[in-house]
């Protein structure tokens, strides 16, 4: 059973409530993870206030000291990382691999706290009067994560967040809960004093007690939009400063001059790994006219290369999909995105497989004559479905995709730095990729969409990241011995 970790001890639920956990690639219950109710959740959040204010105090250089001694732990037992996200996910291990490594430069990142938390100072605005300003940590962060990342997602919170002198109270998906688990084990060997961190498993019961906690002061969220939405509006509805990352339906223009190998490439990478439960997948191919046949029959063609199985089999492409409720939900798109006239040019049902009978298998499926109200375009499949799209050009293309209710990346293909840096401006997208389809931002720079793709105003990690996890302070000083101003009723100014 994985339980909870409140205070720094793995921690037994009150609730007696619990969920199974599925190894994706045989369909098998390998374990169970505790439910939490309010009053779990209650002592997570009370540890975290507690420990809080002590770690706020520390000194930044002994902060920093944890942080490297993490990075160290994260990177040398990455490998038992990895097998926790691929038994419990089911992403093959290259990809699970990467997840951590992408965690790991968010920990480097954080490593530059001292840096990141420097301020600005104003000498003399007025006679004998300095200006200087702090960010000081918010206090108790609530990080609530989506099944598709159970190392990444966290550790982009976790990671600044506790730089920042932050607690966190992370709720992770009851898909994969033992990831975090982990890490947690990973950041009291580093040093971070308990409390600082706390896991609490469990479903909408512990996030809702999370939203409306009264010492909960921010909560960073991952998920679907319907539940990024609600998590925003009952979050800020009770006083919490809130950044909500929602779903997603990428776009990849792909125009006339563009390397057809590399894009086709890129199409089937981004569109069908991690079976296309990423973010930032490539869902839809916009492709623009005269190129469409060929580009159409190079991704198929890519595709019939792709090996689906198990995880941990090294020739594995291509894994499972996370729950079989989940993999049934994909495959029904596949049917209506037949019925609904498209055209079905590579259909994943029914593929031979390199793994167990029971595992939660859909093959790579492709549809050509994809328009704007079917289904499969419409709505967020998460699965390993692409759909091509044909417009006639630049314009054509970037209007289709300004006209979708997701926001989150967006990418071009094309030798034409003009048509590029045309598209770069004008595309309703948080993130933006010239020549690559998943454009996930380095750790230096922040992460998130734009319009149903996230809800809030600050990016997640990176610079805004601190911006989210601090609050800012503006101190306006003069010392005796400096000019007196003597009695003046008239409002501060610095005319004098
Ligand atoms: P999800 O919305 O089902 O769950 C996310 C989290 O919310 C989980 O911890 C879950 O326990 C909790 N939750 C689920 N339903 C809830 C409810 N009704 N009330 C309160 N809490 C609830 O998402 P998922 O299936 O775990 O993850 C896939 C989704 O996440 C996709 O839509 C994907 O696009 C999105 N995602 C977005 C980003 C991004 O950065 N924008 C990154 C990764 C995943």
New binding site residues.
């Given amino acids: 059973m994985t339980e909870h970790w409140i205070d720094g001890a793995v921690t037994p639920g009150t609730s007696g409530r619990s969920g199974d956990v599925v190894d994706p690639a045989t369909g098998t219950v390998t374990s169970r993870v505790a439910f939490a109710d309010p009053a779990d959740l209650d002592r997570a959040v009370a540890s975290a206030a507690e420990a809080a204010e002590h770690w706020a105090a520390l000194s930044v250089a002994r902060r920093t000291a944890v942080l490297f001694s993490f990075r160290e732990l994260l990177r040398t037992r990455a490998d038992e990382l990895v097998d926790i996200v691929v038994s419990e996910h089911g992403k093959v291990r290259s990809d699970a691999a990467g997840e951590v490594q992408r965690a790991l430069e968010n920990v480097e990142y954080a490593c530059g706290l001292p840096s990141l938390l420097k301020s600005d100072f104003s000498a003399n605005v007025s006679t004998g009067v300095d200006v200087h300003s702090m960010r000081q940590p918010v206090g108790v962060v609530g990080v609530?994560?989506?099944?598709?990342?159970p190392v990444m997602?966290p550790m982009w919170f976790m990671a600044v967040a506790i730089a920042c002198g932050n607690a966190v109270v992370l709720?992770?998906?009851?898909?994969d809960p033992s990831a975090s688990n982990f890490m947690a084990r990973l950041w009291q060997e580093a040093g971070l004093p308990d409390g600082v961190l706390n896991v609490v498993h469990g479903?909408?019961v512990a996030?809702?007690a999370l939203l409306a906690h009264p010492r909960v002061d921010a909560i960073s969220f991952?998920?679907?939009?319907p539940?990024a939405r609600?998590?925003y509006e009952t979050a800020a509805r009770h006083g919490k400063r809130v950044q909500a990352?929602?779903?997603?339906k990428n776009h990849m223009l792909v125009l006339p001059d563009a390397d057809l190998d590399q894009a086709a490439d890129a199409a089937v990478s981004a569109g069908f790994g991690s079976a296309g439960e990423r973010?930032m997948a490539v869902s839809v191919v916009v492709a623009a006219e005269p190129i469409a046949d060929r580009l159409v029959a190079t991704i198929a063609d890519r595709m019939s290369q792709l090996t689906v199985g198990d995880g941990r089999r090294p020739d594995s492409d291509m894994g499972p999909l996370v729950t079989q409720a989940h993999r049934d939900r994909v495959e029904s798109y596949v049917r209506a995105g037949a019925s609904e006239g498209a055209t079905l040019v590579v259909d994943g049902r029914g593929q031979t497989v390199n793994g167990e009978a029971g595992g939660f298998w859909l093959g790579p499926t492709l549809f050509d004559g994809v328009d704007e109200k079917m289904s499969i375009y419409t709505d967020?499949i998460?699965g390993p479905v692409l759909s091509v799209v044909r417009v006639d050009g630049l314009d054509e293309g970037l209007s289709l995709i300004n006209r979708n209710a997701y926001g989150?990346g967006a990418a071009i293909f094309t030798r034409d730095g003009g048509a590029a840096r045309r598209f770069s401006e004008a595309v309703q997208a948080g993130m933006v990729g010239v020549n690559v389809p998943i454009p996930v931002p380095v750790a230096h720079y922040s992460?998130g969409?734009w319009k149903g793709?996230?809800f809030g105003d600050v990016h997640?990690y990176g610079p805004e990241g601190v911006h989210f996890f601090t609050r800012n302070k503006v101190i306006t000083s003069r010392w005796p011995g400096t000019l007196s101003e003597g009695l003046n009723m008239a409002f501060p100014s610095t005319a004098e």
């Fill in positions: 609530i994560s989506p099944f598709n990342f997602v709720k992770p998906s009851e898909k479903d909408k996030v809702d991952v998920g679907s939009t539940v609600y998590v990352l929602g779903g997603a973010c967020e998460f989150n992460f969409g793709s996230l997640a």
